[in-house]
């Protein structure tokens, strides 16, 4: 049996840019990409703590370093500048896998930065 967990998360990460006119997807500084784990093009869900609001779209690199946290095309009408949000990696594994596997937390610090 396969079960979805989670993969890997960034906790409460601040949103730095809302850009409507990109095509979508959510835009990540990628030393934050690298510390949860997440790839280029990775489905995600984030989940706005300041209105509620949850989506799913995929990853796009951001400059490393940058602190960037950047919502994309139609989905930046679900945030504003400044607002909390958490970005959240699913995988799907074996029941029994699932059992050892240790999920992966970052906790940002000012800035977006580790």
Do not use: W
Request: proline share 3%; aromatic share 4%; with cysteine.
């Amino acid at each position: 049996m396969l079960i979805e967990v989670l993969k890997s998360k960034i906790h409460r990460a601040v949103i730095t840019e809302a850009n409507l006119n990109y095509v979508g997807s959510i835009t990540i500084d990628e030393d934050l990409m690298d510390a949860a784990n997440l790839i280029q093009n990775e489905k995600v869900q984030v989940v706005n703590v300041n209105n509620g609001e949850r989506l799913e779209t995929y990853i796009i690199k951001g400059k490393r370093g940058s602190g960037v946290i950047c919502m994309n095309g139609p989905a930046a009408r679900l945030v504003a500048v400044g607002d909390i949000v958490i970005i959240i990696s699913y995988a799907t594994m074996d029941f029994e896998e699932a059992k050892q596997h240790t999920p992966i937390a970052v906790f940002p610090k000012e800035g977006n930065k580790l």
